[in-house]
């Protein structure tokens, strides 16, 4: 097949599979469909250039030469100016006061907002030191003064409305699950999180499965951590994320407006690859939030490097915009009534001391009230809401390197739980 014939078929298979993904049968009302296209508006900002991606594998199936030539047709036929990453998604590279959180009633003076966003905290938006975040053909990802936003379908759109709505609105006959360990005392909480090992539980269609680190005060939360979640992510990959919940809204990622993105190479849903094996190589990444004592705002780190991706301002909040005054670390799973459970963690009920085979929460910390990280939190809880599936179990504090550590996981297979 020539080049040229093989790109042409790509790009029809491409447009047809979007076309055709099946969402859970739901008839939109009027008022559903008009806010959908308020929605997309809202995300549909323009690009200072796209980030495309085409998966090597599939360029070898039409028998596309990996030529340079070839790359650049690519190049030119998909998008000018477009460069590619290496998993599969498309990003576009917009404006930074463009991007979705300046949607929001309370951030309109963007200028005011830029200048209180880190008078305390160093931000470097642009890629410098991302080796652990290398997903960019290009190795430096957007442009400088713009940020990476997914491109949204509206039948992507619509998914993932509806994986929001299941993440905050559990029907009774549904099956959420936790295994975590949880703060008792209702203190005053400035920040905190783990470095959690990734990996990559299977989990059905409608199903999902995640390890995070959860801050609330009120009718405010913020959680933070990978999951795996095919309503939300067809591709059923291991992916970063955040859920934000205000008195207002709740969403995934930048789905609602609030969260501002600051840097230009790290993508909120990053793919998290490669993946942990269970008794063979175990892969991490740590997840941390701290809130600015300078200006109230909320900052999000990832990674060894402490990569400042972005910022809750403190007036999208009520109870956070003072403190958090609930933590818990751990999994998470969800499934329909009448469905087997999905795995957790590394789908096994964890062993103690057995960190090589079991899903980790390690350096479990909090920023306590004295607005200090402590690497041992006092009056923590383990909660388990069904034990004969899922758990988790405190190991305690183990010193310098590991700290306060935590296994997690299972699913409902007694064969998985030997």
């Known amino acids: 097949m020539a080049p040229w014939a093989a790109v042409i078929v790509l790009t029809l298979i491409w447009f047809t599979a979007l076309d055709h993904y099946g969402v859970w049968c739901h008839k939109l009302s009027a008022t559903e469909k008009l806010n959908l296209r308020r929605q997309l508006k809202r995300l549909s900002k323009p690009a200072v250039t796209t980030i495309q991606v085409i998966k090597k594998t599939l360029i070898s199936i ?18 000018f100016d477009s460069k590619q990453t290496k998993y599969g998604d498309t990003y576009d590279c917009v404006d930074f006061y463009e991007q979705p959180a300046f949607d929001h009633p309370l951030l309109k003076d963007r200028k005011y907002e830029f200048q209180v966003w880190a008078s305390s905290q160093k931000v470097d938006m642009d890629a410098s030191d991302i080796d652990p975040f290398d997903i960019w053909v290009n190795g430096k990802g957007c442009p400088s003064n713009t940020v990476p936003i997914r491109k949204m ?51 059905g269609k409608t199903q999902y499965s995640a390890s995070r680190v959860k801050f609330q005060n009120g009718p405010d939360s913020i959680a933070v951590g990978w999951t795996v979640n095919p309503s939300l992510y067809p591709d059923g990959g291991t992916r970063l994320f955040i859920y934000t919940t205000t008195k207002n809204s709740n969403c995934y990622n930048t789905y609602c407006p609030g969260f501002i993105i600051l840097r230009t190479d790290i993508p909120l849903d990053l793919l998290l690859k490669p993946y942990s094996t269970p008794g063979k190589t175990t892969y991490e990444k740590k997840v941390f939030v701290r809130k600015d004592p300078a200006n109230g705002n909320w900052f999000l780190q990832i990674g060894i490097i402490n990569a400042t991706v972005g910022t809750w301002p403190q007036k999208i909040f009520t109870g956070l915009s003072s403190f958090a ?18 795995q957790m963690g590394a789908g096994y009920v964890p062993v103690a001391q057995r960190l090589d085979y079991d899903c980790y929460g390690i350096q479990v910390t909090v920023i306590n009230d004295q607005e200090r990280v402590d690497y041992d939190p006092p009056s923590l809880k383990r909660y388990n809401s069904s034990p004969k599936n899922y758990s988790l179990i405190d190991e305690g504090n183990h010193g310098d390197i590991f700290q306060r550590i935590i296994v997690f996981g299972g699913n409902s297979s007694p064969s998985n739980n030997e």
């Open 62 to 79: 039409f028998g596309v030469p990996s030529s340079y030539l070839t790359i650049k047709f690519l190049d030119f036929f998909f998008s």
């Open 153 to 203: 379908e509206r039948k992507e759109l619509i998914r993932t409305n509806m994986a929001a709505k299941l993440a905050h609105n559990i029907s009774t006959d549904a099956n959420q699950e936790f295994a975590i360990l949880r703060t008792q005392e209702s203190k005053r909480y400035y920040g905190g999180g783990m470095i959690t090992s990734v990996y990559h539980p299977q989990v």
């Open 325 to 342: 005054n609930y933590i818990d670390w751990g999994g998470e799973v969800y499934s329909p009534a009448g469905v087997a459970p999905p």
